[in-house]
């Protein structure tokens, strides 16, 4: 069964941090590599951060870099969004995603249903 699930949104005030945790089925995450974006009410989903299945080449949008932070734990089949720093903005719905392969370049095609961010003033 190939299964995506994410945990740990939740509302936080600006300036605060959360931290998103995807667990994975055995099929989807051995060898892949994985990622997160994110949805926005009425925009598009949005890269968010990806990371390799070794765990050693990551990469991070550019709106993100340096508060946001990609890892995973492949004795547990996890991946992990640390946020910090969260600015004001709109409530966004978190995705994980894996594609085929260790590499992050490429399509994402697996995802999670998501779970809800929203950040306040």
């Known amino acids: 069964q190939v299964r995506l699930v994410e945990s740990g949104g939740g509302s936080v005030q600006a300036g605060g941090s959360l931290r998103l945790s995807c667990a994975a089925s055995?099929?989807?995450?051995?060898?892949?590599?994985m990622g997160w974006f994110r949805q926005a009410p009425g925009k598009a989903r949005e890269f968010v951060a990806a990371?390799?299945?070794?765990?050693?080449?990551?990469f991070h949008a550019d709106s993100v870099k340096g508060r946001f932070t990609i890892s995973r734990d492949n004795a547990k089949r996890r991946i992990y969004l640390q946020m910090n720093r969260l600015e004001v903005e709109k409530a966004a719905v978190y995705y994980c995603?894996?594609?085929?392969?260790?590499?992050?370049?490429?399509?994402?095609?697996?995802w999670g249903q998501g779970t809800q961010v929203a950040v306040s003033s």
């Open positions: 055995e099929r989807i995450f051995r060898n892949n590599a």
């Open positions: 995603a894996a594609r085929g392969g260790e590499s992050w370049r490429g399509v994402f095609e697996s």
């Open positions: 990371i390799s299945w070794s765990g050693d080449d990551t």
